[in-house]
């Protein structure tokens, strides 16, 4: 016997009725078992000192084991895993002997709860008791795994099944079933029903029922109707109350509207069955998990009103009815939750209370996550207190709601002393909870407390999850510290815990807004070789890093990737990042299209997104496009800027259309927007295309009357419009007022001075030039070369022009085609034929692509001396490179290979059916290419030419 204990005055009263015959012990052990089948723990927990005191007074053997054993089963039955595991550790306080249905009820216990570990760990410990294994352990331990989602962990304890010599029973097979049904895999639920029929068993109502429920959660109400047929054809009563709950529970989950089902609802009155708690509770539950909150409080109602708030006496088979009512409304409260509706949900409860339906712990945690979701949480505190105040035990999931809230609004003592809660609650906290007070930390910018809390985890015999290292990594991240941020992100990999694309963006958003781009760019590399699927969000993040980094093409390979995988930008500025990367790009089109589904997704473009459009179409030279997206800014109530108008004017520029410049810019002035540098530079940049020299320059100095510095721009697009104009001593000269008025010209600037030497036939100069922006320490490039090299050609110094190439290759500069074809044309123009072949050779090897007039003008160089040979070797080569000849060329070798050679090669290659006035390949139909290029004796060549089928350029 358990040794004695002190005992209140009321209870040995209550004794001593009982010895005096008025409350037999039977009666209190029928009474403690019937709450123990409810799974009533507090109602056991009142009962058991009375049949304790009894035992004690007891003369002969009393069945101590049986008793605690009850009040564990009633744990059992509720799940309470908490109270299971510190009332077996009573039972050993007490000297109770336990036995192997001791372990199978924590088992249970663990199966009701959820918890597949804490399963597995009782079971080992009843081997370890010296308890043989039975099929019920067994069973209880695949229950475990099929409540937490795990059909494969569940599977491997089947086998273990035999693998200790036992045979598995139809329950075994119909929990499998449930553990797939549970993932809504019906494939799954249907091969294990299989295997059970094949093991000769009998499916139960339950089997047939979980397959129903795969297909229910697999979104097919169709194959979870088939599934009741069957079970009717397998002999079973699909015509009671329970039956059609499951079937129109299973309809309600798997998405099928209201009117199916009423329809549902129909079928079941006429068959004569009366819709019951058993229906309306399973409705409202499958409504409340498929999202649909307004719906469920609907049927809520309807059970409110047909059962009189679950005070009906009608009996339900299983729970009674005020349980049943009690379970509704906490998951309709929950489904507001979910939702982010607090009022609703609080609403719900007021309504729910005020027809007598009694409010669980289920609905107060329902509403307390609810005001956690909406950040109130203040308002989430108090409904903790009403709970506390009804006699209700929180659990767990309760107090972790309330860190994440007090999480959420930065508020981390608050949440940590609701963290030490649930251990004063004699519950162990979970990694979630830690990670709740990591967030905490990290939302409060304190990144060493959050790293503080994750090592707590480990010796608590707690494993870092994702979310763990997602917190600290983000921690970091928003403290600035990258560098550990990375650390621990490369620690994670260590641990084994592969990061998921919201770890990796945590880190990449804190590199982007430490200015960090390179970095985030690399980052953005290692995601991608770790086969990270990206969120909507990382591509939003990937494109406006990638443009910030100076990588185009990289932002609009992620925009493409992002249309391949179909991936829907998930906010307004997502897609404004799409429109401009797809207008940075200089596609116009795309990025009108992305506007148009910005729209068509209910968001209202952006000034930004209009913006960029604008400029889209003023890089393309499309004026007339940017001035009709300038008016749909205007319709759409946005004032355009200074930069809009600034895409029109490029537009005008590009165009050459100088008088609609003006025009606009006067506009702007009008509309009382203030120009700024770049739209004096646009105006500047349309007279530069004109070669209006004196307009260029009376537009600049309009910048100092609204005081505005020009920029180098500016001064370069000056300097521009001399050159075109032919006034190389003006540009010269802008160029030196550049200088010394410290504005620092670049390469543009220089570039720009050199080529307007060149087009003005002074060589010396353009090549002062070069060395001068060489002296101020400016590096050229392959333009400032080529411009150089081409006022030597121009002026027939090829000699100086080769050693200006050589002199460029030295620089580590890879000249251009410009470079080399002015080259080539002057190596030929002097009757240096070979040379001029050999530097069409070294262009082709340095991967440049000639095009045809640069074989041309060899070729035709070929033919005094004549060099047949190598006017021939030039023409493969040309025809190789998918060039054709035009007329001129034809003639051209004609001449030179003579008739015969050139009869034999027109056989072979049919270049001359190719032949034409333009220089790429021919965009004739077939039949009117000529078979010569030339009339002979006033008759065409008879019969259509071959063409010569070659991919274009």
Known sequence: APPPRARPRAARAGVRQAHGGQLEPRRLWEELDALAENGD??????????????????????????????????????????????????????????????????????????????????????????????VVCFNAVLEAHARSGQADLAVAWFSRIREAGLEPGAISFSTLIKAYAELGLPEGAEEWFGRMEAARLEPSMEAYKFLVKAYALAKQPEKAAAAYRRMSQAGFDVGDEAAY??????????????????????????????????????????????????????????????????????????????????????????????????????????????????????????????????????????????????????????????????????????????????????????????????????????????????????????????????????????DGQVDRAAEWLGEMEHAGVAPSAGVYGSAIAALATA?????????????????VKPTPAIYTLAMDVSSKAGQPKQALRWVQDMERDRVQPVSAGAYVNVIKTYSQAGNADRAVEWLEAMQAAGHSPSRAAYGSIIDAFGKAGKPDEAADWLMRMESAGHKPEAIAYTGVLAACARAGQTEQ??????????????????????????????????????????????????????????????????????????????????????????????????????????????????????????????????????????????????????????????????????????????????????????????????????IAACRDPPNPDLAERLLRRMLGLGLAPNDFLVGTLRRTLGYQRFG?????????????????????????HRAHSRRRGGQLASGPAKTLERAPP
Not at 667 to 678: D, E, N, S, W, Y
Not at 912 to 921: E, H, M, S, T, Y
Request: glycine residues 8%.
């Open 515 to 531: 200015g960090r781009y390179r970095d985030a760019l690399e980052w953005l590399g290692k995601m991608e070789a770790a086969k």
């Open 245 to 478: 709950a499951d079937t129109i529970s299973a309809a309600a989950f798997a998405g099928l509207p209201r009117d199916s089902l009423e329809e549902w609802r129909g079928r079941m009155e006429r068959s004569g069955v009366q819709p019951g708690p058993k229906l309306f509770a399973s409705v409202v539950d499958a409504l409340a998990k498929a999202g649909r909150p307004d719906e469920a409080a609907e049927w809520l109602r309807r059970m409110v009103a047909t059962l009189g708030g679950g005070s009906s006496s009608s009996a339900a088979k299983g729970e009674p009815p005020a349980l049943l009512a009690e379970k509704a409304l906490g998951s309709a409260i929950s489904a507001f939750a979910q939702a982010g509706r607090a009022d609703d949900a609080a609403a719900l409860l007021a309504q729910g209370e005020a027809a007598g339906v009694g409010a669980g712990s289920v609905a107060f945690a329902g509403l307390i996550n609810a005001c956690a979701k909406a950040g109130r949480a203040e308002e989430a505190a108090e409904w903790l207190g009403r709970l506390e105040e009804r006699g209700l035990r929180p659990d767990a999931v309760v107090f972790v709601s309330l860190i994440d809230a007090f999480a959420q609004a930065g508020r981390p003592e608050e949440a940590v002393a609701y963290f030490h809660r649930i251990e004063d609650a004699g519950l162990r906290p979970s990694v979630f909870a830690y990670n709740c007070v990591m967030n905490a930390h990290a939302q409060a910018g304190q990144p060493e407390e959050a790293l503080r809390w994750f090592q707590r985890m480990a010796p608590a015999s707690l494993k870092p999850d994702l979310v763990s290292y997602s917190v600290l990594i983000g921690a970091f991240a928003k």
């Open 661 to 858: 410049v003006v025009a606009w810019f006067d506009k702007m002035l009008r509309a009382g927007v203030t120009p700024g540098i770049v739209s004096f530079g646009s105006v500047i940049n349309a007279c530069a295309k004109a070669a209006q020299v004196d307009e260029a320059v009376r537009w600049f100095d309009r910048m100092g009357d609204h005081r505005l510095m020009p920029d180098a721009i500016c001064w370069t697009s000056v300097i521009n419009a001399c050159a075109k104009g032919g006034r190389a001593e003006e540009a010269a000269m802008w160029l030196g007022e550049m200088e010394a008025a410290t504005m620092n010209p670049d390469v543009v600037s220089y570039t720009t001075a050199i080529n307007a030497c060149a087009t003005a036939g002074r060589p010396e100069e353009a090549a002062m030039w070069l060395q001068q922006m060489q002296a101020v320490r400016i590096a050229p490039n392959a333009r400032s070369y080529s411009s150089v090299i081409q006022s030597f050609t121009r002026a027939g110094r090829v000699d100086d022009a080769i050693d200006c190439l050589e002199a460029c290759e030295d620089a580590g500069i890879r000249p251009n085609e410009a470079a080399y074809a002015r080259i080539i044309s002057g190596c030929a123009k002097a009757g240096r034929t070979l040379e001029a072949a050999a530097w069409l050779d070294q262009m082709v090897e340095a991967g440049l692509r000639p095009n045809a007039p640069v074989f041309s003008n060899v």
């Open 904 to 928: 034999r090669l027109e056989a072979e290659l049919q270049f001359a059916a190719l032949a034409g006035p333009n220089r790429g390949l021919p965009q004739r139909p077939p039949e009117s």
């Open 41 to 134: 723990v507090d109602g056991a927990l009142r009962l058991f000192p009375e049949l304790q005191e009894f035992g004690r007074h007891s003369e002969g053997k009393f069945p101590w084991t049986m008793l605690y054993n009850t009040v564990l089963k009633a744990m059992a039955n509720r799940g309470d895993l908490a109270g299971a595991t510190t009332w077996f550790d009573r039972m050993q306080q007490d000297g109770i002997r336990v036995n192997d249905k001791t372990f199978g009820k924590l088992i249970e216990t663990s199966a009701r709860g959820g918890s597949a570990a804490q399963a597995v760990a009782w079971h080992d410990k009843m081997l370890a008791a010296g308890f043989p294994p039975t």
